[in-house]
């Protein structure tokens, strides 16, 4: 058994808040590489987004997501920072309470993901961004 490591960039264009699945993303990089087993780790360079392994089945699951977020951590707070607009304390908050890297098993050359999962990358701005991710995947 020899271990092996390979990685790669992508570039997700988001569409402003909400939650963006790049599960075919995600599964398209483990797909392509040859890597029967392993572990794969999904890291975000952003801190006004994040990542989330969440249900892919029933859209309200995201929509409620949100509504908590936004009642959580609202815009119009007390935040001092306020250089990239309201939408942008609110967003590093989210991100805090979430995360920017996810680590996905791989198994018979496939992610190893519930039969409800899906990966999602969040955006927590209101405008639309171009948020770069580092895929890394090592195994046999």
Excluded at 93 to 118: C, E, N, S
Aim: aromatic share 6%; no cysteine; net charge negative.
């Amino acid at each position: 058994m020899v271990m092996r490591q390979v990685r790669g960039e992508q570039t997700v264009e988001t569409r402003g808040a909400g939650f963006h699945d790049i599960t075919p993303v995600v599964r398209r990089f483990v797909d392509e590489r040859g890597i029967g087993n392993g572990l794969l780790t999904v890291f975000l360079h952003h801190t006004s987004a994040s990542l989330l392994i969440q249900e892919n089945a029933d859209p309200d699951v995201q929509h409620d997501l949100l509504s908590f977020f936004r009642r959580l951590v609202p815009e119009g707070a007390d935040w001092q920072h306020g250089a990239e607009g309201p939408d942008d304390m609110p967003a590093h908050v989210k991100t805090a309470l979430t995360q920017t890297h996810l680590q996905i098993p791989v198994a018979d050359g496939r992610l190893d993901l519930g039969t409800w999962q899906g990966v999602y990358l969040i955006e927590h701005r209101k405008r639309p961004h171009r948020r770069r991710i580092t895929l890394h995947l090592i195994g046999d």
